[in-house]
């Protein structure tokens, strides 16, 4: 049996190239508290690839000598690197935004208690994994109390601002799918989960992003065990939207893995699929070289980003709904 990676590298994608770089996204590791089925990044509790202080230490650098305005780490559970912290803080010297996308659960964990304060403190915008707002949906997609604790976790984040009107502190939830489906409409999608989250836990959030499941990594292999690998390709190309080719984010953003390399998205990189120049494949290239106007590396897991309302880290592309759920 082919693997995911082999059945996507075939693709009739259309070409796209880069514009200027504004984000710059940083995978600092693997390691991570849960083992999530949707998880297109494989983590787990039992990961040891993470990012080294050498290269953490270049981020900074990278982010003056791009101009760029935006940090957004992931991982993983990008707060268990040891330089987390580090990172965040010579960031928010340089003036620059920094995201951290969190899985909620973290600032639950013993020795992480410090950790939504810490988020505070530096003004981090939390981008938070909610997959749904009921406990039987959420356990069932990332184990057993995983919804109590992302509960509890948010409860944290609003007593500190978090989602409130008024404070600066941004606090962003992020929905995917259970299965091989489209995402809803991300407006309808958000006004109730800001009904049932209020009403329920008197919990307040910002902005919902609904994120299309790529089918990669665990997901994928989730697709080919059950055999709806096929029928789901079939359904993101169907759904095909060549307006949401102008907003994709790979345009303006740039991955790097935990080895330092560059990849023009963080799908890409579990893809193992590198930046197509060559001469631009690692980190310490971003200090003096543009990366503008170079091809982006395209396989047929983009049409993920591109079927429907469009789907980016920063949610839905379009906000008038799709054409098949």
Not at 255 to 283: A, H, M, T
Request: hydrophobic share 40%; with cysteine; aromatic share 8%.
């Amino acid at each position: 049996m082919k693997s995911t990676i082999e059945l996507l590298e075939a693709t009739d994608f259309p070409a796209i190239k880069r514009r200027s770089l504004n984000v710059l996204q940083i995978n600092m590791g693997y390691l991570c508290n849960m083992s999530c089925v949707h998880c297109h990044v494989a983590a787990s509790p039992y990961r040891t690839e993470m990012m080294s202080r050498e290269l953490v230490e270049l981020i900074p650098q990278v982010l003056q000598a791009q101009n760029i305005d935006t940090l957004d780490l992931t991982g993983g559970a990008p707060e268990m690197h040891e330089d987390f912290k580090y990172l965040v803080k010579e960031a928010r010297k340089l003036g620059v935004k920094v995201i951290d996308r969190c899985n909620l659960t973290i600032l639950m964990e013993e020795g992480y208690e410090d950790m939504a304060q810490f988020l505070a403190d530096n003004e981090v915008e939390v981008v938070a994994s909610l997959p749904c707002y009921s406990l039987e949906n959420v356990d069932k997609q990332r184990g057993k109390g995983a919804f109590d604790d992302s509960i509890l976790g948010l409860y944290k984040l609003n007593a500190l601002g978090y989602g409130r009107a008024n404070t600066g502190l941004i606090l962003n939830l992020v929905y995917n799918p259970q299965g091989a489906t489209l995402p809803p409409n991300q407006q309808m999608l958000e006004a109730d989960y800001k009904r049932e989250l209020k009403e329920h836990f008197d919990i307040e959030f910002n902005q919902l992003f609904a994120l299309t499941n790529m089918p990669i990594q665990r997901f994928g292999a989730v697709l080919l065990a059950k055999n709806e690998f096929y029928p789901y390709m079939t359904l993101l190309k169907d759904n095909y939207d060549a307006h949401n080719l102008k907003d994709v984010m790979c345009r303006s953003t740039i991955s790097v893995n935990w080895l330092g390399e560059l990849f023009d998205c963080d799908f890409n990189q579990q893809l193992q699929i590198p930046v197509p120049n060559k001469s631009r494949r690692y980190l310490k290239d971003l200090l003096t070289q543009n990366l503008e106007g170079d091809d982006i590396a395209i396989a047929d897991h983009c049409y993920g980003c591109t079927a429907g309302q469009g789907s980016s880290c920063g949610g839905a592309l379009e906000e008038d709904g799709m054409k098949v759920v």
